[in-house]
């Protein structure tokens, strides 16, 4: 104790109030100024919940732009609620800061949190602030809407039911390839467009909450594929009972992945059990594809057929050029 | 890829259908078997969120019992719900695990937590696990319920409210000092239990989820006490712009506190701006005052008064034994 200095705020709390309550802008936010948000769920609607982790070192790179984890660490969420076919309403953010973490740090993470927070409609409604010993942790609880009884699970497919993925696969994969092994670039000969174009897709996912609306209207069965397609399909297809063949030359890949496997057909593997992807997987019923194809295209967002679901319950396969099944060493990324 | 290994699930799957999934009993949960937990919010109440992690050598110590850091993840959460007069309505768990970290410690962490999922009627939703290189990290964020616009918020106290704190104030900050220096039980002559006290106070709170029907039928204004009353005060005068004076011999302590506050008056700052209370601290109308005290009473939680609100927009001021303003030196816990 000394003499005159009057209680005042605490370093945390000025922390909150010049980086983040500029972002608390929905009324449930409260200004980020009491214990809790308050949210008032609109009637007929179910809440779809979610909470999904990035850590520096794990989940993206320490050195990584400010902007570029904040848009990961919300749209790794936001991903969720999209192939649920919910719309976003809300999030939580907890975030544990190593001490070498300035304020030039937290003014970009604010500014790339509150761009996407506005982009996706989906506000900032409370929070944490903590010093931790170890990397920057951001931990991201996002809260979405779907009319009462229509949230997409995984356990909807039946047989007959087409198989669909948006946008391409295995970019981020062979992005993280590539950020972890520069020289790759030159030895697939990949020109500058098309490294970046797999940097980036590890870097910042493109999460389809655009498609949210058509995949509740259509599809009997959807996720995310955020471990790669051949353990996310592996896992829709048990929580269905059902099963599969794909045929791998379906499976959508940009140019520049295309390019990749082209010069060494093994990359497959990583386009299918690398990860990070963060596009929709769904099933849907024959007289939906038509509907789902065109609301895609009104989205502007590429949707892929990749296969058929069939009765059985067997894990699905994955078949290569030749026809032969592809045997996977790590089906799907996993932390343990 | 090699031969003959059919894709099966990971080792995160089996970790979460093993240790986690039988604590999954809402079946908002889905059995933790989709991408998002799905919760139908009755019709006229609110929904109350918090997200507050706990990081080892942060808010507990690696070594501690690891169903000690479940409760302990779990229930500063829940004492949120308890202030704003919420009941618990479940909780999403984000887990990030050192390598050290092996199956009994799981189990054990699992056990604690599903206890206390049952014991405070808050079920686990969903969740996330993660490999971390850094200290074990537990994210939990709960959801409560309120009947609409009957969230107790920081910011309706009124000139003539009594304000009143359950429990006793300090212990687990004085806990903490024991457990950092153990030679103080002796130095202050505490017996075991004394030393017990202190120390169960750190490391499990005692969330006053029991109270919260009366905060909301009694309470202006209410928070709970995790920074430290001094600070936690100064936050709740500034939300109602009010202020009051607090005698701080009215500041309720246990046996244990009263012995080391008796033995070294400066003490009384740690029990004041320690933190990690987890209290209630709240303000109560005059009308509502004896409903209060008797609703306290019949849920077996202490209450005491320690002052009365005035108006005017300076800080709150604590006067100590000599009527003497006290002054701190750092007036609540801040990790910044």
């Given at each position: 104790m000394s003499a005159g200095k009057p209680v005042q705020g605490s370093g945390e709390d000025h922390l909150i109030a010049h980086y983040f309550k500029p972002l608390a802008k929905h009324p449930g936010a409260l200004g980020l100024?009491?214990?809790?948000?308050?949210?008032?769920?609109?009637?007929?609607?179910?809440?779809?919940?979610?909470?999904?982790?990035?850590?520096?070192?794990?989940?993206?790179?320490?050195?990584?732009?400010?902007?570029?984890?904040?848009?990961?660490?919300?749209?790794?969420?936001?991903?969720?609620?999209?192939?649920?076919?919910?719309?976003?309403?809300?999030?939580?953010?907890?975030?544990?800061?190593?001490?070498?973490?300035?304020?030039?740090?937290?003014?970009?993470?604010?500014?790339?949190?509150?761009?996407?927070?506005?982009?996706?409609?989906?506000?900032?409604?409370?929070?944490?602030?903590?010093?931790?010993?170890?990397?920057?942790?951001?931990?991201?609880?996002?809260?979405?809407?779907?009319?009462?009884?229509t949230m997409i699970k995984r356990s909807g497919a039946s047989a007959g039911d087409r198989i669909f993925v948006s946008g391409t696969l295995g970019d981020a994969a062979l992005g993280l390839k590539l950020r972890l092994q520069p020289d790759l670039g030159q030895k697939f000969a990949l020109d500058r467009k098309q490294r970046e174009h797999l940097l980036n897709r590890y870097q910042v996912p493109e999460p389809r909450n655009a498609l949210a609306d058509d995949i509740r209207a259509c599809a009997s069965a959807s996720m995310d594929i955020s471990d790669g397609l051949a353990g996310d399909f592996t896992k829709l297809c048990r929580a269905s009972g059902v099963t599969a063949e794909i045929d791998a030359a379906r499976v959508p890949l940009s140019d520049a992945a295309r390019v990749m496997v082209g010069r060494d057909a093994a990359l497959i593997e990583a386009v299918l059990t690398g990860g990070d992807d963060y596009e929709i997987l769904c099933t849907v019923p024959p007289k939906n594809v038509d509907a789902f194809r065109a609301a895609a295209a009104v989205r502007g967002i590429p949707v892929t057929e990749i296969g058929q679901i069939s009765a059985g319950d067997q894990a699905p396969r994955f078949r290569g050029a030749s026809g032969t099944p592809l045997i996977f060493e790590k089906p799907s990324y996993s932390h343990f």
């Open positions: 100024a009491d214990d809790t948000a308050c949210f008032t769920p609109p009637q007929g609607f179910d809440l779809v919940l979610k909470t999904d982790p990035i850590i520096a070192g794990v989940h993206f790179f320490p050195d990584d732009a400010a902007d570029a984890v904040a848009r990961k660490a919300l749209r790794v969420n936001l991903s969720d609620l999209a192939a649920k076919g919910a719309q976003p309403a809300g999030f939580l953010l907890a975030i544990a800061l190593p001490s070498n973490i300035g304020a030039d740090w937290l003014e970009a993470f604010a500014r790339g949190l509150g761009e996407d927070a506005d982009h996706f409609n989906c506000p900032l409604l409370g929070g944490d602030t903590d010093r931790t010993p170890g990397p920057l942790t951001i931990s991201i609880t996002v809260f979405g809407l779907v009319p009462s009884n």
